[in-house]
């Protein structure tokens, strides 16, 4: 079964950091470029991050740029997000997703997790 | 910035069309998708590529791209579409995305 698990949300200070994991089963994780995407309560969905499957090529919101940092360890099938300086902003559910093909990284994300809660609070 | 306008929401009865329109400046150049949203749920990719369906999507579901606009059709809408849609593009260098403002569907 292919399948997405993120893990490492939690509550947080502003002005500290966080590391988010997402495990990824029952596919060719290498084969695949990777997202974040988050969504606060009640909010739609936001575009974090992204990496190609040989990590050669990553892109960040604005929102983030210079404050996170995605990246991924093929032999261990896991994708990471390194999120620093948090504000009260960047609370959110935090969901991984897979591209829908392999070796691409434009047409949409065809496998998600159900995501991580980050609250970020004094 | 980059931006992609959606109604805020679509209302149509059972086994009438339903069509959402996401508007942006690019789309000559750049792929829509189309995301499913249910309360407390994960998005689903409903639509890829502008026009084609990931495999268990029903046929209902379709994607058109008129150059400045994109659209959503759900063709004879059922109870269990009442959700909310997101399209998603990249930008012209391919290295961030923007999702669109959402489309609450409701069934009524």
């Known amino acids: 079964e292919v399948q997405l698990v993120e893990s490492g949300g939690g509550l947080v200070q502003p002005g500290r950091s966080l590391r988010l994991s997402c495990a990824a089963s029952?596919?060719?994780?290498?084969?695949?470029?990777m997202h974040w995407v988050r969504q606060a309560p009640g909010k739609g969905l936001e575009w974090v991050s992204s990496?190609?499957?040989?990590?050669?090529?990553?892109g960040y919101a604005d929102s983030v740029k210079g404050r996170f940092t995605i990246s991924r360890d093929n032999a261990k099938n896991s994708l990471y997000l390194q999120m620093n300086s948090l504000r009260a902003e960047d609370a959110a559910l935090y969901y991984c997703a897979r591209d829908c093909q392999t070796f691409t990284w434009v047409y949409g994300m065809d496998v998600w997790g159900q995501g991580t809660t980050v609250t970020v609070s004094s | 910035s980059y931006e992609l306008t959606q109604p805020p929401s679509v209302s149509v009865s059972p086994g009438q069309t339903a069509r959402i329109t996401c508007s942006g400046d690019a789309w000559p150049k750049e792929y829509a998708s189309w995301f499913q949203q249910k309360p407390g749920q994960a998005p689903v990719l409903v639509i890829y590529?502008?026009?084609e369906r990931p495999s268990g999507i029903p046929e209902r579901f379709s994607g058109s791209n008129s150059g400045t606009e994109v659209t959503l059709t759900i063709s004879g809408v059922q109870a269990e579409d009442e959700a909310d849609y997101y399209c998603r593009s990249a930008d012209s260098s391919f290295i961030s995305y923007v999702f669109g403002t959402g489309t609450k569907v409701t069934v009524l």
């Open positions: 029952g596919f060719t994780f290498d084969d695949y470029a």
């Open positions: 990496i190609s499957w040989n990590s050669r090529r990553i």
């Open positions: 590529k502008d026009n």
